[in-house]
């Protein structure tokens, strides 16, 4: 098929890639030209394994191409929407004018029978408000909506073999048209047996806020624990064990630790709760806020811990493994990493950073850090090692071997992955988050 991507940021561009490594003809766009330059070029303007890869063999195929003009959708017949819903700056709720302006331009170069699909993460009654402009602008358009469930780390993936898909469609024959255009799309993924959800807009929008809330509540939740278990005694990872082998509860996003961060289930879980209130229903989200707050306290628990091992915070030499708000990626937005790492600095620390992945955009985000390329570097006459990204290589380390190079043998384990008696063995004082 022909389809038009609009927006490749990180969503857009995967998407766009993936689309023609499964044989499309696509045409990626973007009002970033510097971004739109670096893709035609092969050059990934963001870290996610194996897109590097597909990016450069989709663009070799020829079934790939990338421009800053929005008349270049014309002719193509599925629109995929991918812009960003960032957080408003004066609030909790999604910024929508990216998406709003995408559909205003993008409506102008519709023709009879197009389908624009939108898979960007937004408040629920905001696909119906989008098809009414498109009844308006182009009426014999019709919009779907087909929300995202990428991990950044896994996108590649996630995009070419998801766990399902979601189809948000009118009533009558313009959904069953809109249904079996996704299905071409997907065809791979439909034919190798991916579970297909066919339902409204509104459901289509709201599973992938609540899906999003319900992990982060759950990070939460073993997080409070946390703080129960560092007031009693307790561990909390052998607490997870434990309630983990109950089948109603499981076992994974059951990781005590620093909380969750990145660019969407921080940002989602307050648009879907701003969203609630202006609905009248802010009582049934209520736990969301709670839920924040939970999240972000754990930031300050580890910077706590790194006071408390220090006997203080002015003039201590703290190393930071860890910038990313995951391994496998370099997208620092709110990272719980980077957050810390400020908060040790802005508190008097001297704080040296590192992170294979993420030092070029955390170094714009926070000059006022120092920042190593390796963590043999960035640990070299530490008072404490704090590890808050839970990278293969920093989980891995040598602690015998790194002992050699601190000043103290003090680490902070702010993902809870580290052998606490293996650490213990090398001679380091170690802490958890909710372990003795």
Known sequence: MRISVIGCGYLGAVHAAAMAHLGHEVVGIDVDAERIAALAAGRPPFFEPEFGDMLASSLASG????????????????????????QSADGQAADMRFVDAAFGSLAGHLRPGDVVVGK???????????A??????????????????????????????????????????????????????????????????????????????????????????????????????ADVTKLADAIGHDARIGRRFLNAGVGFGGGCLPKDI?????????LGLGDSVKFLDEVDKINLRRRARVVQLVEEEAGGLEGTKVAVLGLAFKPHSDDIRDSPALTVAQQLAASGAVVTATDPAAIPNASRRAPELTYAETPEA???????????????????????????????????????????????????????????
């Open 63 to 86: 079934r790939l191409r990338f421009s800053t003009d929005m008349a270049d959708a014309e002719g193509y017949e599925v629109h995929f929407v991918a812009v960003g819903t960032p």
């Open 120 to 130: 960007s993460t937004v408040p629920v009654g905001t696909a119906s408000r989008l």
């Open 132 to 233: 009414e402009l498109l009844r308006e602008r182009a009426p014999e358009a019709t919009l779907a909506w087909n929300p995202e469930f990428l991990r950044e780390g896994f996108a590649v993936k996630d995009t070419i073999a998801p766990d399902r898909l979601v189809y948000g469609v009118p009533d009558g024959d313009a959904g069953e048209r809109a249904v079996g255009r996704l299905d071409e799309v997907y065809a791979s993924a439909v034919g190798s047996g991916t579970p297909r959800i066919v339902t409204d807009y509104a459901t289509a929008e709201l599973v992938k806020v609540s899906a999003n809330a319900f992990l982060a509540t759950k990070i939460s939740f073993i997080n409070a624990m946390a703080e129960i278990a560092e007031a009693t005694g």
């Open 270 to 278: 307050r648009a879907f709760s701003a969203r609630a209130h202006e």
């Open 378 to 436: 960035a640990v070299a006459d530490a008072d404490v090692v704090v590890l808050i990204t839970e990278w293969p290589d920093y989980v891995g380390i040598d602690p015998a071997a790194l002992g050699e190079l601190v000043r103290r043998r003090v680490v902070i384990d702010g993902r809870n992955v580290l052998d606490p008696a293996r650490w213990r063995a090398a001679g380091w004082t170690y802490r958890g988050l909710g372990r003795r």
